[in-house]
């Protein structure tokens, strides 16, 4: 496999629901000037569900990054202050009727690979929920 071009961004966000449609959109934008527009809908979601989840059960800021690796797989993850392990997440069709609940049940159902790890990357611990679309 031949190595493609690689990115990463990142984007700090405060603590604020309002925050997850400037993280769409601003994810909207990185993927399709990279040539990737049909990777937007589900990295938007997934995005936009990663990012819910660090906004509404942490107190403090948070941060989008976004990655191209040389393979070709483009890693989304959302960082927020809680250093703790995300709960596990739900079977989908269990999820889907549900309020609140159902994003890594969704995260699960459409990446490549998910995950999470601890990060002290922006000065607090806390950790790093992720996932990989592949964009071949």
Known sequence: MSECETWDYTLY??????????????????????????LVETA???AAELVTNAVRHTK?????RVRRS???LVWIGAWDTDPEPPPPPRPLERALDLEEGRGLGLVTACAEYWGWQPS????????????????A
């Open 13 to 38: 966000i405060p603590n604020d629901l309002r925050a997850v449609t400037v993280c769409r959109r601003t994810l909207r934008v990185i993927l399709t000037l990279h040539g990737l527009p049909g």
């Open 44 to 46: 938007e979601l997934l």
């Open 60 to 64: 403090g800021p948070a941060a989008l």
């Open 120 to 135: 002290a990357r922006f000065g607090d611990r806390g950790k790093y929920v992720w996932c990989e679309l592949s964009a």
């Open 70 to 72: 040389p393979r070709g």
